[in-house]
């Protein structure tokens, strides 16, 4: 559990630092609502992807480590 808290803490850094970029560099004022709206749109499904990409990752990573332990003990 505590793997997968420190894992969903970098996602959520890195969708934080991916959503200001964006948003500060790509729509720092949009001319129109709409354009406001897009731009947050684009922002929160790029944070959605990078937060689940390292959630998954960090499944991944304890089940290997998980597994190497796994065999370590059944060999000795």
């Not at 922002?43 to 796994?70: D, E, L, V």
């Amino acid at each position: 559990m505590k793997n997968f808290l420190k894992q969903g803490i970098i996602g959520a850094f890195m969708g934080f630092v991916m959503s200001f970029i964006m948003n500060y560099f790509t729509t720092p004022v949009p001319d129109t609502l709409m354009d406001h709206a897009i731009g947050h749109g684009i922002t929160g499904t790029i944070s959605g992807f990078m937060g689940g990409f390292m959630g998954i990752m960090g499944y991944y990573a304890q089940q290997k480590k998980n597994k190497k332990i796994k065999c370590k003990t059944t060999n000795d």
